[in-house]
């Protein structure tokens, strides 16, 4: 292979040594802002983009994570869908605040080890593809590709397929209404190659936010029937009584 001119060779060193001292300087110098408020942020913290006011004010759900339903499959969420979460979780959604993603998806990682839900893979909960194109992402597999990184485990997209293009859900329509709505909504992609591989081993299935549990379950409906073990896991759920960071600190 012909060696790069001697000119070339300097200016990618030059390069290299600028970027080395780019990293330098921001690893010194950058003090991340909280993505809730916009303070700086003084790390250890438990989310490194979350401050430790706005975290005291989060509800978190400490002690009632594991969520008891009718699914057939064990199910957590990290936080109640109330105080700051609806607006945190609807800016993640529609107003491309992902950065949001990476400030809840610590958090959700702390689920993650204190039930031990061990898993080879997370799965997004896919949007239809229409839908996709229309908001430019899926604000769920932004919140997976975070918590892969906080635990070590691969986001897989693109195993679940979403057929129905349906219009926006209201909090008025029942369990059964959504049911109905969603019934055959999903199926796994038999050209993923992971369709197989992941048969027998346990998986992570991520959703934003449960209201009746209906999208959750129809999702995880294919997998089961290819023998995947799923555990359901969403950002938030449930509208009880408030349990902030501060309250139950020593459950960390
Ligand atoms: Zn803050």
């Not at 892969?148 to 008025?172: C, F, K, M, N």
């Not at 009746?212 to 995947?228: D, F, N, Q, S």
């Given at each position: ?42 790390p250890p913290l438990p989310s490194p983009f979350i401050?430790r006011?706005?975290l005291?004010?989060l509800?978190f ?17 990290t ?24 400030a809840l998806?610590p958090l959700m990682a702390h ?39 906080a ?94 960071y501060?309250?139950?600190a020593?459950?960390w």
């Amino acid at each position: 292979m012909a060696a790069f001119p001697p000119a070339v060779n300097r200016h990618s060193r030059f390069r290299r040594i600028l970027s080395l001292a780019q990293k330098t300087f921001e690893k010194l110098y950058y003090i991340p802002c909280c993505a809730i408020c916009d303070e700086a942020v003084h790390p250890p913290l438990p989310s490194p983009f979350i401050c430790r006011d706005c975290l005291a004010g989060l509800p978190f759900r400490l002690g009632r994570e594991e969520i008891e339903w009718q699914g057939g499959f064990p199910l957590y969420a990290t936080f109640f869908y109330r105080d700051d979460l609806p607006k945190l979780l609807v800016s993640m959604k529609f107003s491309g605040r992902t950065d949001r993603a990476r400030a809840l998806a610590p958090l959700m990682a702390h689920t993650v080890r204190r039930h031990h839900l061990g898993a080879d893979a997370i799965i997004p909960v896919p949007l239809h593809r229409r839908r996709k194109a229309e908001r430019g992402y899926n604000q769920v597999s932004v919140l997976a590709e975070c918590l892969s990184e906080a635990i070590d485990v691969p986001a897989v997209e693109g195993l679940l397929i979403r057929h129905h293009y349906t219009e926006r859900q209201s909090e008025a329509h029942s369990v059964k209404e959504r049911q109905l709505h969603l019934q055959n909504a999903f199926s796994m992609d038999p050209a993923c190659p992971l369709s197989s591989s992941l048969q027998g081993r346990p998986v992570i299935l991520l959703d934003d936010v449960l209201t009746t549990g209906a999208t959750m379950m129809e999702a995880a409906r294919p997998l089961m029937k290819a023998g995947i073990r799923v555990t359901g896991l969403v950002a938030a759920t449930g509208k009880d009584r408030y349990q902030g960071y501060g309250e139950a600190a020593d459950q960390w």
